[in-house]
């Protein structure tokens, strides 16, 4: 019995010994296989748009403020001078004027933009040049026929209220009641980089709507007009968006699209647009004479004040503008103001450019009296100037 129990007991020793090996191997197995398995990947979440912003959705803006841009088409026809002698004096002198000979020549001009229904009754208002054409100007003997297109199809002819080149606007009515409007925005709260949308009719394509922001604000000199203080925009304005609409994210009206800087004549990011503080002031003035009525202190020329004109002067720095040439029956010239001046102050503000003083002039209330400040010989001199009308005043 006892080499039995003993072969029994071996047997077990080793069947246990080779379970042990048997585990043992699993489990070295299974922990090679651990280290050799990649860790799990990191799932990271994409990043929000700071401040938890979305890209904007302007479908509803456009939904509310199409209906109130139409398309407006002008024809006008222009004289024109016909004679190779118009302007020889030396031809003139002899044989009179050359139209007297060769008669004048006279031709259509046409030209299209857009426009803003700005109220339910019927106006409309626009840019001067989508009016007037190339020449700016209106012949009082033949008005231009202005028809302007809704965006329900409609067509009807137009009546001009009043333009106002100075500003490159004009102020239609027609007979309709009920129209689409846009409410105006607050143009002074605009902050540059502010989305906007500019509406219009660029190539004739009606309700054309592009999207861009706010460049710049108060751009002046720019050549346009002649008081300028504009909104400066990269939303694509194009040629027949002139007269459009620029609005803001909650469907506000705060700019009228007037022109592009090209070199090409097509879109290159910068468009500008007249502020709708300064149209809707034009609007009411138009509306309600028929003109728009600024101040004036006559006719006074202007420039700007270089680093060696100022130390010559006596200027501490270049601020201010240099008075070059006047006319003697001004109201400037009346108040003391003369040649070789230099204008610092105006009403209490700090004059910068020549664009500027002329925007305060111009803003002054008619029949006041305006402070002005000098600097005359290096000593500063404080004038009082009369705000007069600058209706029928002299501009040479």
């Known amino acids: 019995m006892r080499p039995r129990r003993l072969i029994l007991a071996l047997l077990l020793l080793a069947c246990g010994f080779a379970a042990g090996l048997i585990i043992t191997g699993r489990l070295r197995q299974t922990d090679d296989a651990g280290a050799q398995q990649p860790p799990a990947p990191t799932v990271t979440a994409p990043a929000p748009v700071a401040g938890g912003a979305t890209l904007p959705d302007f479908s509803r803006v456009a939904e509310r403020t199409v209906p109130a841009v139409a398309n407006i088409s002008s024809l006008q026809v222009v004289r024109r001078e016909n004679s190779p002698f118009a302007n020889d004096p030396f031809f003139q002198f002899f044989f009179g004027d050359p139209d007297d000979l060769f008669g004048p020549r006279r031709d259509v001009e046409r030209s ?8 339910s009754d019927g106006l409309v208002l626009t840019n001067n040049h989508v009016v007037t054409g190339e020449s700016g100007r209106i012949s009082l003997r033949q008005l231009p026929a202005v028809s302007v297109a809704l965006a329900d199809k409609r067509e009807m002819e137009a009546q001009i209220v009043g333009v106002d080149p100075a500003t490159d606007l004009a102020l239609l009515r027609i007979r309709a009641r009920n129209l689409p409007t846009i409410p105006w925005g607050d143009s002074s709260r605009l902050r540059v980089a502010e989305w906007v949308l500019a509406i219009g009719n660029p190539f004739q394509l009606n309700q054309t709507v592009t999207l861009g922001i706010i460049s710049a604000l108060g751009r002046t000199n720019v050549g346009i007009s002649t008081y300028e203080d504009f909104i400066q925009t990269d939303a694509a304005i194009n040629p027949g968006n002139s007269g459009g609409a620029l609005v803001n994210a909650r469907g506000e009206l705060v700019g009228i699209n007037t022109a592009i800087f090209s070199q090409s004549g097509g879109y290159q990011g910068i468009g500008f647009a007249v502020p709708s503080n300064l149209a809707r002031r034009v609007v009411a003035d138009l509306t309600q004479y028929g003109e728009v009525r600024r101040g004036s202190i006559g006719y006074v020329e202007i420039a700007p004040l270089s680093t060696l004109m100022a130390e010559q002067l006596g200027v501490d720095a270049t601020r201010g503008v240099l008075v070059q040439a006047m006319r003697r029956d001004s109201s400037a010239y009346g108040g003391g103001l003369r040649p070789g001046d230099v ?27 305006a402070t002005v400040t000098v600097v005359r010989e290096g000593r500063r001199v404080q004038l009082k100037i009369p705000i007069q009308s600058s209706t029928n005043q002299p501009t040479r």
């Open 112 to 119: 299209l933009g857009s426009g803003v229904i700005v109220s």
């Open 343 to 369: 204008i610092v102050d105006f009403n209490g503000t700090a004059i910068t450019d020549g664009g500027q003083l002329s925007r305060l002039i111009q803003d002054a209330r008619i029949g006041s009296t």
